[in-house]
């Protein structure tokens, strides 16, 4: 407990639970929150959840993704590297199943480079039904408005001021910045490119998410050989003779 609270320093007990459960230990949150205090851990308090989604009547205010593959949303994070050169990252969210789809990383990125990303995005998952984003420039560009709408896909943006309207990318936002971010003393935009996208691969592969139930949105899958190939590459070529046993 204390080398997963040592290696991810923002995780909370219920987060390196989920990590030990994962690696075969056998312990509830109630057992990893006595000792994690005990060893005088910091537990991080809960957030008052936030009713600004809905109206009085309980009506949603905004599209909120029914399946994988339906609504994707977008933003720009903003940070510099060790020499106060500045550069952004685009970051691109599957909005049910909480994947990280894609983390361009530039020192300058245009409605060119939204344009880029999502392509790729595209043609390999599929163009999502609806595509969220907030009002920059970037995004309104009529350049993206016409491309999305030309690959099947519908623009939703939010409304001007509002960035809880955009909630999941806005906590992704928060999540990359307190987990990696502000931690990270980046040289070189090169740097910057390889640590962050191998952040993006822990957090769809390992980093357990509370709202999946503590489990990845995209964890690895490892298939294992089928009999007949494990059986052939266990056994003996038969021109080789058996090595004498050493006693």
């Known amino acids: 407990m204390i080398e997963l609270a040592r290696q991810y320093g923002r995780y909370g007990y219920r987060r390196i639970a989920a990590l030990l459960r994962d690696a075969g230990w056998q312990v509830n949150d109630k057992r990893v929150e006595r000792l994690w205090r005990r060893e005088g851990l910091k537990v991080p308090g809960k957030q008052p959840k936030r009713g600004r989604l809905w109206l009085n009547d309980g009506s949603c205010v905004r599209l909120r993704a029914e399946r994988a593959n339906h609504v994707w949303s977008y933003d720009f994070v903003h940070h510099r590297t060790h020499d106060?050169?500045?550069?952004?990252?685009?970051?691109?969210?599957?909005?049910?199943?909480?994947?990280s789809l894609s983390i361009r990383v530039r020192r300058k990125l245009s409605s060119v480079d939204v344009i880029d990303v999502l392509t790729d995005l595209f043609i390999l998952r599929g163009p999502p039904a609806y595509v969220r984003s907030d009002n920059g420039p970037e995004f309104v560009a009529e350049a993206v408005r016409r491309w999305i709408d030309a690959v099947g896909a519908q623009t939703a943006f939010i409304e001007p001021g509002s960035p809880w309207e955009n909630g999941y990318i806005?906590?992704?936002n928060a999540r990359l910045r307190d987990e990696l971010l502000d931690g990270e003393i980046f040289y070189s935009l090169k740097e910057a490119q390889i640590v962050i996208e191998q952040w993006r691969r822990h957090y769809n592969t390992v980093r357990p998410h509370s709202s999946l139930g503590y489990r990845p949105p995209a964890p690895e899958t490892i298939v294992p050989p089928s009999r007949k190939h494990g059986s052939a590459a266990l056994r003996r070529p038969s021109g080789l003779a058996e090595e004498p046993t050493v006693h």
């Open 170 to 172: 806005e906590s992704f």
């Open 84 to 99: 106060g050169r500045a550069f952004r990252t685009l970051n691109v969210l599957d909005e049910f199943t909480r994947e």
